[in-house]
């Protein structure tokens, strides 16, 4: 693949199980971090940001936060929204 992806999560538990099917499928090119993505710093150039299930605050900080400062595009797919206004 072209492409490197790095999964930024604060969930270990969602993380091994994205390892565990990227093993199975035999990707090389995914990256997992046990991380706050406020503080997570890619070291590289990112191009996309892509957050899924966004919930409570993660939708602005991705808004507000790491797509300015990465200077990257966005895909952000919020969840229970009407949950959290």
Known sequence: PESTVYMIDRNEAS???GRARAEDLAL???HFA???A???DPGTRVDL???LHCCGGLTDL????LVPRWGAAF???SCCFNSNP
């Open 15 to 17: 993380l091994a199980a």
């Open 34 to 36: 046990v991380a706050d």
């Open 75 to 77: 895909l952000v797919c």
């Open 38 to 40: 406020t503080a997570w």
């Open 62 to 65: 991705i808004l507000e936060d």
């Open 28 to 30: 090389s090119n995914l």
């Open 49 to 51: 940001v892509v957050g």
